[in-house]
């Protein structure tokens, strides 16, 4: 379990990104931090894997203080994977690519070639393992990044904007990976304003405004409320929206996944064409 | 030395009587600097210099950053004198210390209070700049162009330094920690990215760039424009002045350390 | 009778294969587009809608290289006899990386680069950058550096400074992947009411079409490099819906929902494409 108690932290120029913040995060746990940008979620992240130390406050992962272990200890346990995966890459094939934080952590070499080749091909990239990074397109680097950081099992897994660039396809996969993921107790992070994504694969939202959590919940129930959506600089998924507008017809409010959506209005049309029949 | 030593050298928006003189003529007070230092290695010389800079300091509001860049000279200045205490008196050692303080002051001066901007007009303005521009790369704009777009670059770079390290060290990667050469070679999963970004970036802006009609068939026009006005000129004509009295007295005379 | 706008983009049989690159990156386009028309151009990735995109402004042939085939007409000029540079005059475009395409050390200065460019004389310029700032509310920024601005400022910055060429058409490549919802739905409305005030046409590349739907009234839909629906965005989402669903592209959830309740027989007609047309139409629909 990763916790962090009352934390709290402002950058060398003065500027406050952090202000006691209380979060807990265990395996299994699916948790989207969303927020303005400079909100602070990047800054947030960074405290999970020991990047910054906070200014006040501490964390604990799994029992051990973070500004008592170094950042290479701690990411044995927290993977975190930037948002801009050119951000990462520098070696001559895929595979050496992904292989680099395993060698890192001084796995034996027959340990970390299975672990290559397994990673490879949970993402689909086994066809790419002897290819230079740098010749894939953008969204094939953002998975190379994210093998490179999974190839070494981390218990928490932290991804800063995985959707962004990514069309609709991506997205589902991207979505569908994470599912595995948490549901073989990891716990999965996620920070992203893209509200539809959120809206659909339910998480648990922790809303972050200045630097401060503002809500957490499961995320129809947040992503429904306007003042906080727009307090975050976010937008209500089209599907609370819609029954926004639909509310005189008495559907509830919280509604942010089609599927659900889709539930509800059967009901009432089913209704609505009865009247109907029962009319005409 | 960190970085800290560089604010030494940043600019500032500020809007002083110093900021606001051409940058050809703050570069003309450089160099009315320049030259009597490096002719001279009179001790009294040096003081009279430093000292003739410090009303620019106090008027640019420029001289507590500047208080900072002879901090990070402290080393450097300490490493010349006991140099030259070997190669020398130790009069000659103190000279050559503050020489180098006078150098370093007046280009901490200079950069301080010249916007990379105005500098680029500047050099866009000096025929010798707009020939080697036309040579190298085709058109006389290029090249001023390509140092402002340099020193607009530098603050996105850094914040890209800074993200790549935190990145690696994700991914486990000390870069505290082996002998030399281990150092060594674990900043190539460093360099490596940060070279591929700052090229992808200068790519990027090359194609916005060609995308707003740079360079330009008919030649560029410019919406700001430097204007030499009467204190400029005065400057200049001093500064003129120092320089052809320091060349003369250099000839006729022998000035000695102290 | 009113006279239908000119033809302002007409490309014949477009293509185009980058040097080294295994196939070719777009083929066989054969597009025309309308003055004043606000066209949302999307597909997966890969299929070449930003290719198309580079040759409408002449960064195809000019800054990539490759084997161009047909013909592409932009406001009157054939894309390959012109230089980018006369064509930036016609042709505006809005990178997606916000930071990328401000050159200058202050937002004046980079909204003046591109009239600068076109060697205008200075009270030309001065006005054009006041317009600019004006029309974009940027005019609070003038004196901020590139870095200091948030992802909103700097893109809206960027639209000013195309905006200051005076083009014709504006093309806007994912121009908002990196900025929050609220400010990606404030730059959209921003470039849907340029368009009106100005008579300007207006290209979009999105992947998430619930953010245009509301201003594009046509959508071009592109795979592996060819065009594969051309039409007005409500008739496409709605006979084309299974076609688009199955390339990947993001269709709006309205859309997508409207699209289930009619195959199970509880609503019918055009299928929505945002959330004020969905609501009254359901609406409609259980009032009856």
């Known amino acids: 379990m990763i916790t962090l108690e009352k934390v709290s932290f402002t950058y060398r120029s003065g500027q406050r990104a952090l202000q006691e913040i209380d979060l807990n995060l265990e395996g299994g746990d699916f948790i989207a931090i969303m927020g303005e940008n400079g909100a602070g979620k990047t800054t947030l992240a960074k405290h999970l894997n020991g990047l910054l130390k906070p200014s006040q406050g501490r964390v604990l992962v799994d029992g051990e203080d973070t500004r008592k272990v170094s950042v290479a200890k701690l990411s044995r346990k927290v993977g975190l994977v930037f948002q801009n995966p050119d951000h990462l890459l520098f070696s001559e094939t895929v595979k050496e690519e992904v292989a680099f934080g395993l060698k890192n952590f001084g796995f034996a070499a027959d340990v970390v070639d299975n672990q290559v080749i397994r990673t490879l091909e949970a993402l689909g990239l086994s066809e790419y393992a002897e290819t230079s990074p740098f010749l894939l397109s953008g969204g094939e680097r953002k998975r190379v990044a994210l093998a490179a950081i999974l190839a070494t099992e981390p218990d928490y897994l932290i991804l800063d904007e995985p959707t962004i660039g990514q069309d609709y396809q991506q997205k589902e996969r991207l979505r569908n990976f994470i599912l595995q993921l948490y549901s073989q107790g990891k716990a999965v992070v996620m920070i992203t304003h893209d509200v539809e994504f959120v809206a659909e694969s339910n998480p648990k939202v922790v809303l972050l405004s200045q630097g401060k959590i503002l809500a957490r919940g499961p995320a129809d129930s947040i992503l429904s409320k306007d003042e906080l959506v727009k307090k975050a600089s976010l937008v209500r998924p089209q599907m609370s929206r819609l029954f926004g507008e639909l509310a005189k017809y008495g559907l509830p409010s919280d509604v942010v996944d089609v599927h659900r959506a889709r539930i509800l209005l059967e009901e009432k049309l089913s209704e609505a064409k009865v009247r109907v029949a029962q009319n005409s | ?258 | ?288």
């Not at chain 2, 994700?170 to 070279?195: A, Q, T, W």
């Not at chain 3, 054939?78 to 401000?102: A, C, K």
């Not at chain 3, 870095?147 to 910055?157: A, F, M, N, T, W």
């Not at chain 3, 959209?188 to 619930?210: N, P």
């Open chain 2, 1 to 258: 030395m960190s970085l800290r030593t560089l604010e030494g050298f940043k600019f500032s928006t500020l809007k002083t009587p110093v900021h606001l003189l051409d940058p050809r003529t703050k570069f003309l007070i450089v160099i009315a600097v320049l030259v009597p230092a490096l002719l001279f290695a009179n001790i009294y010389v040096m003081i009279a210099l430093l000292l003739s800079q410090l009303p620019l300091l106090l008027v640019g509001k420029v001289a507590r950053r500047w208080a900072l860049s002879l901090r990070a000279g402290v080393f450097l200045s300490a490493l010349i004198f006991v140099v030259n205490l070997f190669t020398g008196s130790y009069l000659s050692a103190i000279a050559l210390t503050l020489r180098f303080l006078v150098l370093l002051t007046s280009f901490s001066l200079f950069f301080m209070t010249t916007s990379p901007d105005d500098l680029g007009l500047a050099l866009d303005r000096i025929g010798a700049v707009r020939w080697l521009s036309r040579r190298w790369l085709g058109y006389p704009n290029a090249l001023s162009f390509t140092f402002t777009t340099a020193v607009r670059l530098v603050p996105t770079l850094a914040v890209d330094a800074q993200t790549v390290v935190d990145a690696q060290r994700s991914r486990g990667l000390e870069l505290d920690k082996g002998n030399l050469l281990k150092r060594v070679r674990n900043y190539i999963p460093i360099l490596i990215p940060l070279l591929l970004i700052a090229i992808r970036r200068s790519l990027e802006l090359a194609e916005a760039l060609e995308s707003r009609g740079f360079p330009g068939k008919e030649g560029r026009t410019s919406l700001f424009q430097l204007k030499l006005r009467p204190v400029d000129y005065a400057i200049i004509a001093f500064s003129l002045a120092i320089i052809g009295i320091s060349f003369w007295v250099y000839f006729h005379y022998k000035i000695p350390v102290l």
């Open chain 3, 1 to 288: 009778m009113a006279n239908a706008p000119r033809e302002i983009i007409i490309a014949k049989n477009l293509g185009f294969q980058y040097v080294g690159a295994r196939r070719a990156a777009i083929q066989g386009i054969d597009l025309s587009i309308r003055e004043n028309e606000f066209i949302l151009l999307t597909g997966p990735s890969g299929c070449g809608k930003t290719s198309l995109c580079r040759c409408l402004n002449g960064l195809i042939p000019n800054f990539y290289q490759g084997e161009w085939t047909g013909e592409l007409l932009v406001d009157g000029l054939s894309v390959t006899t012109q230089l980018t540079s006369e064509l930036s005059r016609r042709v505006g475009y809005v990178f997606q990386n916000p930071e990328n395409q401000l050159f200058a050390l202050t937002v004046e200065k980079d909204i003046a680069f591109g009239p600068e460019n076109l060697g205008l004389s200075r009270e030309e310029i001065r006005r054009r950058v006041d317009e600019a700032m004006n029309v974009t509310g940027t005019l609070p920024l003038k004196d901020l550096a590139p870095y200091e601005l948030s992802g909103g400022q700097q893109q809206r910055v960027a639209l000013a400074g195309v905006l200051a060429m005076k083009p014709s058409v504006i093309v806007l490549d994912e121009p908002t992947s990196f900025l929050d919802p609220r400010t990606a739905e404030e730059v959209m409305r921003a470039t849907d009411d340029l368009r009106r005030e100005l008579g300007l046409t207006i290209v979009v590349v999105e992947h998430r079409l619930d953010l245009v739907a509301r201003y594009a009234e046509r959508i071009v839909v592109m795979d592996a490099g060819k065009i594969v629906a051309d039409g007005d965005l409500e008739e496409t989402l709605d006979e084309k819906f299974d076609l688009l669903e199955g390339l990947g592209v993001g269709v709006p959830r309205v859309s997508l929902l409207w699209t289930m309740l009619r195959r199970d027989g509880l609503v019918s007609g055009k299928v929505p494409t945002h959330v004020e047309s969905a609501a009254s139409s359901l609406g409609g629909m259980m009032n009856q």
